[in-house]
């Protein structure tokens, strides 16, 4: 099953985008997702992440300013960021795992992943 990114674009300083991840099957409870993103020459980052029925995770530099979410009946994952500032500017991807799984901020806690959506944030 593949998970499908989209929302990426340009956007100034301060202001804001919601990525979407279509995930069929990934959505159900107990099932992890995430939010990942790569800028170049950086290793990929863990953004936040979430076990569904249980708890959320966010990367410090991100609390407050983005927010996980979940629509099941749309077997959706979004991440609403708003606030956002250049260094936010990276390649994002959407990830997810079946359980049991841990719904954590490393990559190698997830199986299937998305193919990425470029997120730009202007000065």
């Known amino acids: 099953v593949q998970l499908v990114e989209t929302g990426g674009g340009s956007v100034q300083a301060g202001g804001s985008l919601r990525l979407s991840c279509v995930a069929p099957g990934y959505t159900r409870y107990e099932y992890c997702m995430g939010w990942f993103r790569q800028a170049p020459g950086q290793e990929r980052q863990g953004v936040a992440s979430?076990?569904?029925?249980?708890?959320?995770r966010y990367t410090d530099s991100v609390k407050g300013r983005f927010t996980i979410s979940l629509v099941s009946a749309k077997n959706t994952l979004y991440l609403q960021m708003n606030s956002l500032k250049p260094e936010d500017t990276a390649v994002y991807y959407c990830?997810?795992?079946?359980?049991?799984?841990?719904?954590?901020?490393?990559?190698?806690?997830?199986?299937?992943w998305g193919q990425g959506t470029q997120v730009t944030v202007s000065s």
């Open positions: 990830a997810a795992d079946r359980p049991p799984c841990t719904g954590g901020l490393e990559g190698y806690e997830y199986v299937q």
């Open positions: 979430i076990k569904i029925g249980g708890s959320t």
